[in-house]
């Protein structure tokens, strides 16, 4: 009786001891947390430039003004794109792999956009002679608007959007560019309108048949600024948003 009993006694603790062993880690799997996301970070703080300057250095030009929580070109003193106090602006910071999101509206007739993985370089005069661009138009007014790859939510002379999501002329609209590791994704009022593969033979055909075929840098670049362009129109801009991926 005796030898049986330690036996019972014997193989209780062991079976407890490992009952005890696997609760332990059970309970060590779970308290395992998740990394955290990426913040999301504000690159227009609505009250001031920081964090911006004019493509090719120096102060935002006086064209380019803050009122009322936007950023907007104020076009009343301007003779056309690129001239006066204006000129596109670009972040003091490069991005590479990100989530964008940002607010605009465009004024009756009015043209701009807004592009990314802007190389700032002495060789290049114009930010979109290296980024591409997500177009920013009054499709009702622009006389740009005819071409179908030049309309508002359009990647710029290279893809037309699935469909056509903008507000008239004075409306706000929410965009976002999305670009993961060559993925990229346009969104405009909610709907994905364009979707891609950044640096693939595909890609380059692409821009091989369009206006940017003679210009070497364009597309290129996997890092870069984004610029807020100046085409000589009333434009405004509000909670730029950015999330690095």
Known sequence: MKKSYWIMTLAAGLMIGCSGQKTEETENTEVVAEAPAEEWISLFDGQTFSGWHKYGGGEV????????GTLYLDAANKDGWQTGDGGDIVTDEEFENFHLKYEWKIAPNGNSGVIFFVHESPEYDYCWQTGPEMQVLDNEGHPDAK???????????????????????????????????????????????????????????????????????????????????????????????????
């Open 147 to 245: 071409i179908i790859s030049h309309r508002a939510g359009d990647l710029y002379d290279l893809i037309v959007s699935k469909e056509e999501t903008v507000k008239p002329a004075g409306e706000w609209n929410q965009a976002e560019i999305i670009a993961d590791n060559g993925n990229l994704t346009l969104v405009l009022n909610g709907v994905n309108v364009v979707e891609t593969t950044m640096w693939t033979p595909e890609w380059e055909a692409l821009i091989a048949d369009s206006k940017f075929k003679d210009m070497p840098g364009f597309g290129k670049y996997k890092k870069g600024r984004i610029a807020l362009q100046d085409h000589g129109d009333v434009v405004h801009y509000r909670n730029i948003m950015l999330k690095k991926l």
């Open 61 to 68: 030009g006086k064209a380019w003004k803050v009122a009322d």
